[in-house]
């Protein structure tokens, strides 16, 4: 961070911390959902980013949040802070008898964020409560949660509303957040109506107002809402006026509209402002980190996202081709790979293959250099590949095994002879049991088992395959399902459409996915279930 504030104080700008809030204000827009162990996967993408601040839930608000916090402190992460997220005390009701501030230290998290009133309208209205009384609440709150050791940032909720109708009633609010010890206030834009012009005002004027006061300031933050379709303007505005947290969430999930693009703010800080949020290593894995949190959530990715889009490089012939053949900034205002994004124009039969060059040496795929016609080959068959349907970045494991079957130096560990799956529904009230049979060939022995499962076909088929192997490879008796998610890739063709299957699996030190696609769904996940196997049993699992 002292070299990200070195180069940040040059711009005259404050140092930038992003603070992603996906699980938890992400995780409320329609049609996204996080597994339990989705959740955890992408606090770690989060971590190898080299994003600071992850809001994990609403603390107190369902048992899956509070499992997430649970699951998270059991994991080894970097620099990454998880944070609970909660609500100022009720009126009327102390700290140690309100059971959301209860949950809050039940999570057992380093950080915690609270939100309060700062709109007089929602504290007549939705609190029902005086504006005294709201006062108290968000100090009463701060001092309590800081009184047990835990780091507080303060959401002012409905701030820029707030402002508008009462500037001095709102400063109160975010005062008696301060001076009860709130490290962060984070000014919200709730209801995402505000302009960039009216963000910036504001923040500078919160600023002026904080730092003319002589108590210790502190960290002024933003968290936009993208009603207005102005979310990542109103961040980067903020962040201007002297703003240095930015609350979002990746490639923009939200209530309505969806929040900040934290996705579109990393890149826009870090490539247009010149003040670093991560290494320029790591911002080149950004497309990455973006279409892997889609795969997380079975969301189709945006094509037309700026920087991490596949149209955002894309080129059609004529002039724009021409120019970019002759020099790329002429139509770019970012190089690609920057973001680890590509150029999508047609320049030679090599197109490409520096990317996937780099892909290969990032996953580890390959050791020592390829030849040209090697390279050439690779990316062939990766190009191929996708046009069936394929998609690597959440599949590190299959994109592995792919280059080695691309190369001629992958040998199976077993030959399937054939596999069978029945779904028997038995009664009205009984859940369905799946049963597989599979049969399958080391060498010159020859497995044919069963198993069965009430969890669905998939299941079943999993374990009648580690069955079938455990004989000979009995490592991967360690090996299980965590994850399996289902992607329809031709929605057109209603049944018939053409499915992706991800597959995370882990063998209790370690976590890799898969990817399967076909026309019927149970040999996509298959495909993903082999490969998964077959990582495991390369030395390539723990």
Known sequence: MQDNAARAGKTGLPTPVLYDATLRDGAQALGITFSQAGKIRFAHLADEFGIPWLEGGFAGSNDRDMQFFRDAAREKFGQIRIVAFGATRRAGVSCADDPLVQALLRAETPAVAIYGKSWKLHVREVLRTTEEENLDMVSDTVAFLRSRGLEVVFDAEHFFDGWKDDAGYAMRVLERARDAGASAIALCDTNGGSMPHEVFSIVRDVREKLAAQGAAAPVLGIHAHNDCGLAVANSIEAFRAGAAMIQGCMNGYGERAGNANLTSIAAALQLKLGAPVTTP???????????????LVNQRPDGRAPFVGEAAFSHKAGAHVSGVRRNPAS????????????RHVVLSELSGASN????????????????????????????AREGEGYSFESADASFRILVRKALGDH???FELDGFRVIVEKRGAEEPCLSEA???????DHAEITAAESKSGPVDALDRALRKALASFYPEIAKVVLTDFRVRILDPKEATGATTRVLVESSDGASRWGTVGVSPNIIEAAWQALIDSVEYKLLGCGA
Do not use: C, W
């Not at 290593?281 to 795969?295: E, P």
């Not at 139509?331 to 590509?342: C, D, I, K, L, M």
């Open 281 to 295: 290593g790591k911002m080149a894995s950004l497309r990455r980190f973006s279409l892997a949190v889609d795969d």
């Open 331 to 342: 139509f770019e205002h970012v190089p690609p790979e920057s973001v680890g994004n590509e």
């Open 356 to 383: 996937v060059l780099y892909r290969l040496k990032q996953a580890g795929a390959v050791g020592d250099a390829l030849s040209r016609d090697e390279v050439r080959h690779v990316v062939e068959t990766l190009k």
């Open 411 to 413: 040998k199976p560990f």
């Open 437 to 443: 049979t599979v049969k399958i060939r080391v060498g």
